[in-house]
């Protein structure tokens, strides 16, 4: 199937597509097709959180590759359809003490998703805190789409910084739920 007749079988299927534009594979558009015709495709382009911010015209001799329904695209089909359920207001009471301590207690409490960096490493691990020991955090992994992905350990007197119900993690959690009821 040439890009043309994919493109046109997902706008009526009604299935989020990734275009390319170019050989850099890590730029892409994402969205649905609203319309094409014989020189030119109408994106309604969607952000990675699920948002709908406006429409990108391309021209079909510009595109080099097109995905359908992988594991991003359906990703991001669940959150656009969904949109107006998963980002809420949060508030976190001012902790007395210590705010790490405090802020893994409370995520502990909630059941939510936090995303925990470590000192002198760039990689953040998200997730439920399972567990707080003494020494270490049990953290139930979570990963960007949702999915479960193992169980880490994290010393506690390594932790750096905790987001504690931003975007990214309220994503993560929503997913993570929908994931986990089918």
């Known amino acids: 199937m040439n890009i043309k007749a994919s493109l046109k079988k997902a706008m009526q299927d009604k299935r989020i597509v990734s275009i390319y534009t170019s050989d850099d594979w890590s730029s892409y558009s ?13 994106l309604e382009s969607i952000t990675g959180s699920g948002e709908s911010i406006g429409f990108e015209i391309r021209s079909l001799e510009e595109i080099t590759k097109v995905e359908t329904s992988g594991k991003y695209e359906q990703k991001i089909e669940i ?3 969904h949109q107006g359920e998963i ?50 955090i049990t953290i139930r992994a979570v990963d960007e789409y949702g999915d479960d992905d193992g169980v880490s350990l994290v010393p506690r007197e390594e932790i750096s910084s905790i987001d504690f119900c931003t975007k990214e993690e309220q994503l993560r959690e929503f997913l993570n739920k929908k994931s986990n009821q089918t």
């Open 30 to 42: 994402v969205g649905y097709v609203v319309s094409i015709d014989e020189t030119h495709i109408c």
């Open 79 to 81: 959150l656009f359809n």
């Open 87 to 136: 980002i809420h207001p949060v508030t976190i009471p001012t902790p007395s003490g210590g705010i790490i301590h405090k802020t893994l207690e409370l995520a502990l409490q909630r059941k939510c998703v936090i995303t925990i960096w470590t000192e002198g490493s760039e990689d953040s691990i998200s997730g439920y805190v399972s567990s707080i020991g003494n020494d270490t």
